[in-house]
């Protein structure tokens, strides 16, 4: 997938160590947190968004680092703006004490809180949003106490469009479009073409440079579905830009999102972090493996993991799967930024662009765990072995290894030369391999 690191884009990797470098490490590791809308979707209002927060801390999530408890979509007036301030109207059936009502009550528990809105006239469900008012809304959402902005792509007016088009691989079904490449596109940019100039990035950067200017820190989440090739202008942005379409809870759309999130992980470091959108798990039918495939895929890629199922409703064997405390030490490393990558495809040659088989052997450095992360994923439909080849994983040249079973915390003991395992359709082994022996 040589075309996914062109040399244009190592270029801008370079030029984009220009970070959104906030106070007291706001934004510098992937956030953890949850959201409505996998949830509820527009079904919000302040007695489920107290319950979720409340449910937090009595679930032990709080005390696992989730802290940002996020409003998504439909919280406001649909209407229109107040007509003399121009500000956002909170839809006051849905919140009787305003968004810093319910804030204020989310401070209290000792959780922060995140709001959303569009860097276009309207939102994706048909609210007012942002363009053209950063300033002010940013400022609003200062006032209400805000910790950070979910900050999406729908309503982008016509004189905004970019001049050229672009397409993020997986947005249709990844299936239609062989080896990552997109069909032939209307307008393609030229070769040389440094997207961070575009109108998609100054849409992103208006309400970046008007959250820099107010007196409060908010982390700012870019939610532009991967478009206008935001990994090479996204660090310098926000603190986590989304790298595909929406997510949805299906094995084969999980599947899509870690396949295509895969072949951009090199962009994961301290203060800016890919992210194949919000957690599904606990959703639709997933099963006990496809769940926590899900979070360790996630997890090892250092996204964002923020939780989307209704906490009063969400099963023991779910709850324990978001508090893993291995992958959660992983993905929370204090001195490594990088996140996991694969090092080998396994059901594909090395770096096929399969929407239905992501790449199945990860590895990634942490020095939280003291060793190195190994996943392997079975992403067949029926039981197959898996074998992690200590040879064959990054910085381990030795023969045997202290090997820890992340699901179970088992310690396997000294391993020589390799671990195999059978795994269930969809499952991965997760394993600390730490000390060698
Ligand atoms: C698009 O039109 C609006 C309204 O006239 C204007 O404020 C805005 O600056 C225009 N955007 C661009 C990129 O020209
Ligand atoms: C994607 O397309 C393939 C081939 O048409 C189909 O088999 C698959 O179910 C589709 N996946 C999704 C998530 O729609
Ligand atoms: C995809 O890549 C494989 C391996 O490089 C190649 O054999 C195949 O022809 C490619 N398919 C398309 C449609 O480009
Ligand atoms: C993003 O910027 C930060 C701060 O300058 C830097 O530490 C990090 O390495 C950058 N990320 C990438 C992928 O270059
Ligand atoms: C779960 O399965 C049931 C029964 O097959 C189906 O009706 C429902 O739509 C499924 N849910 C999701 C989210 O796919």
Request: glycine share 8%; charged share 20%; aromatic share 10%.
């Amino acid at each position: 997938m040589a075309s996914y690191l062109s040399a244009t884009a190592v270029l801008s990797l370079l030029a984009q160590a220009n970070a959104l470098v906030r106070p007291d490490g706001v934004g510098r590791l992937p956030a953890l947190g949850w959201n409505t809308w996998n949830a509820f979707n527009c079904d919000i209002d302040a007695s489920k968004i107290l319950t979720a927060a409340e449910q937090t801390i009595s679930l032990g999530l709080k005390d696992a680092g989730y802290e940002y408890i996020n409003i998504d979509d439909c919280w406001s007036v649909k209407s229109g703006r107040d007509p003399n301030t121009k500000r956002i109207i909170p839809d006051s059936t849905k919140f009787p004490d305003g968004i810093s009502g319910i804030a204020s009550q989310i401070h209290d528990l000792g959780l922060k809180v995140g709001i959303y809105s569009s860097a276009g006239t309207e939102t994706c469900a048909g609210y007012p949003a942002s363009l053209g008012y950063e300033k002010i809304d940013a400022e609003t959402f200062a006032e209400w106490g805000i910790d950070y902005l979910k900050y999406d792509n729908c309503g982008v007016p016509s004189n905004w469009t970019d001049a050229y088009t672009d397409c993020v691989p997986d947005t249709t079904n990844g299936s239609n479009f062989p080896n990552g490449t997109c069909p032939d596109l209307t307008n393609p940019a030229p070769a040389e073409y440094d997207w961070s100039t575009s109108k998609t990035a100054k849409r992103f950067e208006a309400m970046r440079d008007a959250l820099l200017n107010v007196d409060r820190t908010i982390l700012y989440s870019l939610c532009e579905w991967g478009q206008a090739d935001v990994n090479t202008w996204g660090n310098a942005t926000g603190n986590s830009w989304r790298t595909t379409g929406d997510i949805t809870p299906h094995w084969e759309r999980i599947a899509e999102i870690a396949n295509q999130n895969s072949f951009y992980i090199t962009y994961a470091d301290f203060w800016g972090y890919p992210d194949p959108d919000m957690l599904e798990v606990g959703n639709g039918n997933l099963t006990l493996e496809e769940n926590r495939a899900h979070f360790a895929l996630w997890a090892a890629m250092k996204s964002p993991l923020i939780i989307g199922t209704p906490l009063d409703s969400i099963k023991e064997e779910h709850v324990s799967i978001l508090k893993n405390k291995y992958l959660l030490a992983f993905h929370q490393d204090p001195v490594v930024g990088r996140a996991a990558s694969p090092y080998k495809w396994g059901y594909n040659p090395d770096w096929t662009f399969d929407p239905a088989h992501p790449a199945e052997y990860w590895s990634g450095a942490s020095s939280a765990l003291g060793g190195t992360l190994v996943l392997m994923l079975n992403s067949e439909g029926s039981k197959k072995t898996r074998t992690a080849v200590w040879s064959e994983v990054p910085g381990l040249g030795g023969n045997g290894y202290r090997v820890t079973d992340v699901w179970t915390g088992e310690d396997l003991g000294c391993v020589e030369k390799e671990y195999s395992v059978e795994l269930q359709s969809h499952d991965v082994a997760a394993l600390v391999v730490g000390e060698s022996c």
